[in-house]
């Protein structure tokens, strides 16, 4: 299994970005992707994560408190591709972006590169 992230850039306070995160190979379900992210000199932040329970359960997203209601995630199915939407972004959001898998029923987690954001005031 491999992650792709990908949508980073530079971009003005109170601009957006869109990343994406792909994933090839196969993840079974249930399982629980997230967004994380590290700034210089500080610990890594989970951004956001989204849980699949399974065929029956749907998905289900939750935020950390600095991003609720500027950010949201998503995935398409038909692309294997993970998506965070960041609005409202503010130069504390700039950090390097990770996304990272973690698979319930192998309990094998996987990380792609990171992509980094910079937003500027």
């Known amino acids: 299994v491999q992650l792709q992230a990908s949508g980073g850039g530079f971009v003005r306070a109170g601009g957006s970005l869109r990343l994406s995160c792909t994933i090839s190979?196969?993840?079974?379900?249930?399982?629980?992707m997230y967004w994380h992210r590290q700034a210089p000199g500080k610990q890594r932040e989970m951004v956001g994560r989204?849980?699949?329970?399974?065929?029956?359960?749907?998905?289900?997203?939750d935020y950390g408190d600095s991003v609720q209601g500027r950010f949201t995630i998503s995935w398409d199915n038909a692309k294997n591709t993970m998506y965070l939407q960041m609005n409202g972004l503010k130069p504390e959001d700039t950090a390097d972006y990770y996304c990272?898998?973690?698979?319930?029923?192998?309990?094998?987690?996987?990380w792609g590169q990171g992509t980094q954001v910079t937003v500027s005031s």
């Open positions: 990272q898998v973690h698979d319930l029923r192998t309990l094998s987690q996987y």
């Open positions: 190979g196969t993840i079974f379900s249930p399982n629980v």
């Open positions: 989204i849980v699949s329970g399974g065929s029956t359960s749907g998905l289900s997203t």
